[in-house]
């Protein structure tokens, strides 16, 4: 049972170049979120999504597009990367809406955008 | 609009020593939910305890306590028996509604706490 697992680790891109954060999770969860986590600032939510086939816009979703074709999968894609979206970058997945249900973490990846 | 507010940012304590970690929120919404996350060094987020806006009584997680005082919108972490193993960053989050009508969590800045032998 792997949990949440995220690609690539770390990454470093040109401004302007694209790329996809890949997120899997093994616990069959309905839930998914991308959050970024800024220097000295806690994680911020950029989009997430609560089932196979539906996303929905988080508190920065600008920059940023997200993909749930599969219920374990949820991908994160930079179209046209600046160096405002150096991150380090988190996906979560919980079992259903947050009430109780705790958020199940990824080990992060850190991208920098020269 | 919903906030958390951490203002320690670092603290330090002694091994075997309690020690308490501040946080404050700000809502309207009458039903939340508040959380708390350790990130040790090395990066990943762990999750420690949970309290309901309804939970009469303050959560407990083994070495964890969660201080729930409600009319001060206060959610402070309580650590007993400090180790080494509990340096980190320990980060206060809430669930709140989106205009979706769907929850999320709106973290603080974090407090860094490092144990001292």
């Known amino acids: 049972n792997a949990g949440v697992t995220q690609t690539p680790k770390f990454r470093v891109l040109k401004t302007g170049q694209s790329m996809t954060l890949l997120c899997a999770q093994d616990m069959n969860h309905e839930y998914m979120y991308w959050y970024r986590q800024d220097p000295g600032m806690g994680l911020r939510l950029i989009h997430y999504?609560?089932?196979?086939?539906?996303?929905a816009k988080g508190e920065v979703p600008d920059g940023y597009n997200v993909s749930r074709l599969k219920k374990q999968n949820f991908l994160l894609g930079l179209e046209s990367a600046a160096p405002s979206q150096t991150s380090v970058y988190f996906c979560?997945?919980?079992?259903?809406?947050?009430?109780?249900?705790?958020?199940?973490f990824g080990p992060g990846t850190r991208l920098t955008v020269l | 609009a919903q906030k958390i507010t951490q203002t320690q940012p670092g603290m330090f304590v002694q091994e075997k020593e309690a020690v308490t970690l501040d946080c404050t929120y700000d809502?309207?919404?009458?039903?939340?939910?508040l959380f708390w996350y350790k990130q040790p060094s090395s990066g990943e987020m762990i999750f420690l305890i949970y309290?309901?806006?309804?939970?009469?009584q303050n959560a407990t997680e083994g070495r964890y306590s969660l201080n729930f005082q409600k009319a001060r919108k206060s959610a402070n972490l309580v650590i007993s028996a400090s180790q080494l193993g509990d340096s980190a960053m320990y980060f206060c989050a809430m669930s709140f509604f989106m205009d979706t009508g769907r929850r999320a969590l709106t973290f603080g800045s974090g407090t860094r706490l490092q144990v001292q032998p």
């Open positions: 979560a997945s919980s079992k259903g809406g947050l009430g109780s249900n705790e958020q199940f």
């Open positions: 809502t309207s919404d009458p039903s939340y939910g």
């Open positions: 999504s609560v089932g196979e086939g539906t996303t």
């Open positions: 309290q309901g806006s309804y939970d009469q």
